[in-house]
């Protein structure tokens, strides 16, 4: 129990200081925080569309290209390669996407927390 005070009282510290030095309340700069938990939110599946626009452009480019590489490795094969790798991709980011949705005010804290580390 007096661990958790004190740590309670070390965020409450960061808060503060962190909004002296920003020259505003702590009122004002933990929305802030909580709304930037949803930036870094659509971080991840915004590289996704990214790189699905990449392997879409790709695609279309080899196809027209017929080159030595393209015929050693066909724009379909390649397609399904790529697809792969953004799927990964995209499971990996949404894992971490959605509950930094759901609640932002945890990954605010969290993010306070490794501040005190």
């Keep these: 129990m007096e661990n958790r005070i004190e740590l309670e009282q070390k965020v409450v ?3 503060d200081t962190i909004a ?3 020259g ?3 009122d004002h700069f933990w929305p ?3 709304e930037q938990q949803y930036v870094e939110a659509m971080r991840g599946p915004s590289f996704f569309i990214v790189g699905v626009l990449i392997l ?3 695609y279309v480019y080899g196809n027209k290209l017929k080159t030595n590489i393209t015929e050693s490795l066909p ?3 390649g397609f399904i390669f790529g697809s792969g790798f953004l799927v990964v991709g995209l499971l990996s980011s949404v894992t971490k996407s959605i509950p930094q949705i759901i609640n932002p005010e945890y990954y ?3 993010e306070i927390m490794d501040l005190l580390k």
Excluded: R, S
């Design 13 to 15: 510290e960061v808060l």
């Design 56 to 58: 879409i452009a790709t």
């Design 32 to 34: 802030i925080l909580v």
């Design 20 to 22: 002296l030095k920003l």
């Design 24 to 26: 505003v309340g702590v």
């Design 75 to 77: 724009g379909t094969a």
């Design 108 to 110: 605010a804290l969290k």
